[in-house]
T-cell receptor
């Protein structure tokens, strides 16, 4: 049972373009939604996160949009750069439990020159 | 300070052998997690430690998998009688318990290949 669905599986964006990755969740007990960035051979690293009491959070070129009623959230990368080429995972957790993360299946982003 | 470290970085083993994977969390982090990352899959939760106890083992896929943590620090994930479907990257993460939104910091993982 895939509790967090992520799309697309892969994405190619030109330098300077906008990268958009979408996720949808099922468990309404989730109350924290982080995005992780993973480079080859490295562990995932937290990029940005949002709580469901806000609809948008922006940090530099990275923005999370959150739609609680639709149970969807998305990551927007503005002015995408070749250094952003990585695999991105959305995740969700219920902070009332052990805070184990439930991950999406990942999106491999390639930013071309 | 040092981040989460894992060893070995790569492990190749034959089907049926036992393997041990080690995780050294960030000093002072009381929460420790093991995840598995299979090709084409997201990260799958395996087990959670709070101190030396494991209140959530719900992600362990079979009784061939076990884990322990000693001294509130180092953790070892053991896979007995390995199977080819166990091939994956095993990731460890640690978290400071104070603050429910505290970040989980991941290690680089151990890539396990079962021949």
């Amino acid at each position: 049972q895939q509790q967090v669905k992520q799309s697309p599986q892969s994405l190619i964006v030109q330098k300077g373009g906008i990268s958009i990755i979408n996720c949808a969740y099922e468990n309404t007990a989730f109350d924290y939604f982080p995005w992780y960035q993973q480079f080859p051979g490295k562990g995932p690293a937290l990029l940005i996160a949002i709580r469901p009491d806000v609809s948008e959070k922006k940090e530099g070129r990275f923005t999370i949009s959150f739609n609680k009623s639709a149970k969807q959230f998305s990551l927007h990368i503005m002015d995408s750069q070749p250094g952003d080429s990585a695999t991105y995972f959305c995740a969700a957790l219920n902070t009332g439990t052990a805070s184990k993360l439930t991950f999406g299946t990942g999106t491999r982003l390639q930013v071309t020159l | 300070g040092a981040g989460v470290s894992q060893s070995p970085s790569n492990k190749v083993t034959e089907k049926g052998k036992d393997v041990e994977l080690r995780c050294d969390p960030i000093s002072g982090h009381t929460a420790l997690y093991w995840y598995r990352q299979s090709l084409g899959q997201g990260l799958e939760f395996l087990i959670y430690f709070q101190g030396n106890s494991a209140p959530d083992k719900s992600g362990l896929p079979s009784d061939r998998f076990s884990a322990e943590r000693t001294g509130g620090s180092v953790s070892t994930l053991t896979i007995q009688r390995t199977q080819q479907e166990d091939s994956a990257v095993y990731l460890c993460a640690s978290r400071a318990l104070a603050g429910m939104y505290n970040e989980q910091f991941f290690g680089p993982g151990t890539r396990l290949t079962v021949l």
